[in-house]
T-cell receptor, first 116, second 113 residues
Framework: EPEVTQTPSHQVTQMGQEVILRCVPI?????FYWYRQILGQKVEFLVS????????KSEIFDDQFSVERPDGSNFTLKIRSTKLEDSAMYFC??????????????FGEGSRLTVL | AQSVAQPEDQVNVAEGNPLTVKCTYS??????LFWYVQYPNRGLQFLLK??????LVKGSYGFEAEFNKSQTSFHLKKPSALVSDSALYFC???????????FGTGTRLKVLA
C-alpha cells in the first residue's frame, strides 16, 4: 500500500540552526500539507501546497518557515532559525484530487524535532 | 472560520461495551468531516469521513460515525470496544471552500479489560 515517508525520524538541533524536514508524498497525490503536534497533543495546521505554490498557511507559518517541492517527488519544510518552541513532531500529509475534491489526508509517521 | 471541538480529554470504557467519542464542529459552508486514530509514536490513520448523503457512515475496524447537522456534531461510535482500540482519536473538519483540515484537540480512549 502506498505511503507517505518522512525523514529524518528524529533530529536534534541547536537553537538558531536551520533544519530541513523531508517528505515523499504518495506518488499520484496533488495536495501536500505540513502539520505539527506538540507533546502528543493538538495537531496544528501549518501549510498546504498545491500546484507548486502555497494554497493556505496558518499564523504559525511565519517568515522562518518555508516549503518547497524541488524535484516533483520530495516535499520539504525548512525552518531557518529554530527556536526552543519549534520542538514538536512534524507530520507531512498528502491527498489526491478525487471527483468531488473531498479526499482524506494520508499522514507520514512524523519527524520529531528537538531544539536545544 | 472553521473549528472543531472534542469536549472530552479522555473516555474510559469497558471491553465489550459500546463507545462514543464526541465531536462538534463549526464551518461557514458545507462541512467535510473526518475521524483519525493515532497510536503512540505513530502518524494519524484515517478511519472514516462524511461528505454528503447518509448521516451514518461506516469506517475501518468497526467504527462508525453519525452526522447531525442540527447539532453540528459528528460523534464516533463502536458497538463493542476492544482493548486494542485504546488510542488517541482526532476529529477533523474541512470547509468545502478551503484547503486546510482543522483537527480537534484529541480524545484519549482507554478500553479496560
Amino acid at each position: 500500500e502506498p505511503e507517505v515517508t518522512q525523514t529524518p525520524s528524529h533530529q536534534v538541533t541547536q537553537m538558531g540552526q536551520e533544519v530541513i524536514l523531508r517528505c515523499v508524498p504518495i506518488s499520484n497525490h496533488l495536495y501536500f500539507y505540513w502539520y505539527r503536534q506538540i507533546l502528543g497533543q493538538k495537531v496544528e495546521f501549518l501549510v498546504s501546497f498545491y500546484n507548486n505554490e502555497i494554497s493556505e498557511k496558518s499564523e504559525i507559518f511565519d517568515d522562518q518557515f518555508s516549503v518547497e517541492r524541488p524535484d516533483g517527488s520530495n516535499f520539504t519544510l525548512k525552518i531557518r532559525s529554530t527556536k526552543l518552541e519549534d520542538s514538536a513532531m512534524y507530520f507531512c500529509a498528502s491527498r489526491n484530487r478525487d471527483e468531488w475534491n473531498t479526499g482524506e489526508l494520508f499522514f507520514g509517521e512524523g519527524s520529531r524535532l528537538t531544539v536545544l | 472560520a472553521q473549528s472543531v471541538a472534542q469536549p472530552e480529554d479522555q473516555v474510559n470504557v469497558a471491553e465489550g461495551n459500546p463507545l462514543t467519542v464526541k465531536c462538534t464542529y463549526s464551518v461557514s459552508g458545507n462541512p467535510y468531516l473526518f475521524w483519525y486514530v493515532q497510536y503512540p509514536n505513530r502518524g494519524l490513520q484515517f478511519l472514516l469521513k462524511y461528505i454528503t448523503g447518509d448521516n451514518l457512515v461506516k469506517g475501518s475496524y468497526g467504527f462508525e460515525a453519525e452526522f447531525n447537522k442540527s447539532q453540528t456534531s459528528f460523534h464516533l461510535k463502536k458497538p463493542s470496544a476492544l482493548v486494542s482500540d485504546s488510542a488517541l482519536y482526532f476529529c477533523a473538519v474541512r470547509d468545502a471552500g478551503t484547503y486546510k483540515y482543522i483537527f480537534g484537540t484529541g480524545t484519549r480512549l482507554k478500553v479496560l479489560a
